[in-house]
């Protein structure tokens, strides 16, 4: 090993710019030497403190922090480092945790949507599920995802995990009767239910439900299907019916792997 490298042999080892390495001798935490030619030569001290900044930096400590460390370095200063160094690396395995289960979340619902069975009609009893809404007037795809980020963008500190955000979309019964079809009055996004905070509740009850697989042109006339068989069944409708995406662009482009659920809160007479 050599005694001396100069700046763009250290650059090169540590993948760090020229630019870093001159910023840190301005700020005073590299003092290079200086050979013949004015070239910057950097000795072992030099490559033991870049150890220490690169490991460092990747916990996000910040250049300020490492420069005091380092110009005020000893057993008491280290001992403190190490337990900051220890309390970031807990933090960072608890923020990867947490983004590993939502995979896994992910993964399951993905995995356990093909053997969902489609163009059925069930009924679900179902708690009262809290929700974050926005009325709107929707008429297209397009504004759907617009309408939907709107929503998002308004609740983002309790949204945190887009991804696996089950959201809705409330189709208006007056219209469906007057023939106006693909046309939406609100968007909502469904919460867990020890949320606090939220705009309204979809009720506790007894839903009709049935998933269909593909394009959304195809919602108007699978809504209008569940409504009649709600009817020929004797089923009061209570509300508006609405869809649930369970798969949609967030998974897929292919539209025909889209995987949509519709309920309307029924009562059986």
């Known amino acids: ?10 650059s090169k080892l540590y993948g760090i710019g020229v630019d870093s390495l001159r910023y840190y001798e301005k700020i005073g935490v590299l003092v290079p030497r200086r050979d013949t030619n004015g070239y910057r030569l950097y ?18 400590f910040s250049m300020q922090q490492i420069k005091d460390y380092l110009d005020h370095q000893c057993i008491e200063n280290t001992l403190d480092l190490l337990h900051q160094e220890q ?21 399951q619902v993905l995995s356990s949507a093909s053997r969902i069975k489609t163009d ?24 759907m995802d617009f309408a939907i980020k709107r929503l998002h963008r308004k609740h983002e500190s309790k949204i945190k995990d887009f991804g696996n955000q089950l959201y809705g979309a409330s189709v208006s019964v007056e219209d469906l009767d007057k023939g106006i079809k693909d046309v939406f009055n609100s968007n ?21 439900s049935l998933y269909y697989q593909g394009d959304y042109r195809q919602n108007s006339d699978q809504i209008l299907a569940m409504m009649t068989y ?7 409708i209570v509300g508006d019916p609405f869809e649930i995406y369970e798969i949609d662009n967030r ?3 292919l539209s025909e792997e889209f995987l949509t659920e519709i309920q309307v809160k029924i009562e059986v007479e």
């Open 87 to 107: 309390e970031l690396i807990q933090v960072k395995l608890n923020e990867l945790q947490t983004i590993q289960k939502k995979i896994q979340e992910r993964i």
């Open 251 to 253: 998974d897929t482009v």
């Open 120 to 143: 059925t009609f069930t009924i679900k009893t179902l708690p009262a599920r809290p929700c974050l809404g926005l009325n709107t007037h929707i008429t297209r795809d397009e504004e």
């Open 188 to 208: 909502f996004f469904i919460l867990e239910r020890e949320y606090k905070e939220f705009d309204f509740a979809l009720p506790a009850g007894d839903y009709l």
């Open 1 to 10: 090993m050599k005694d001396y490298y100069k700046i763009n042999e250290i």
């Open 230 to 236: 709600a009817k020929e069944k004797g089923y009061k």
């Open 43 to 60: 000795g072992l001290k030099d490559i033991y403190k870049l150890n220490i900044i690169r490991d460092l930096r990747q916990l996000d």
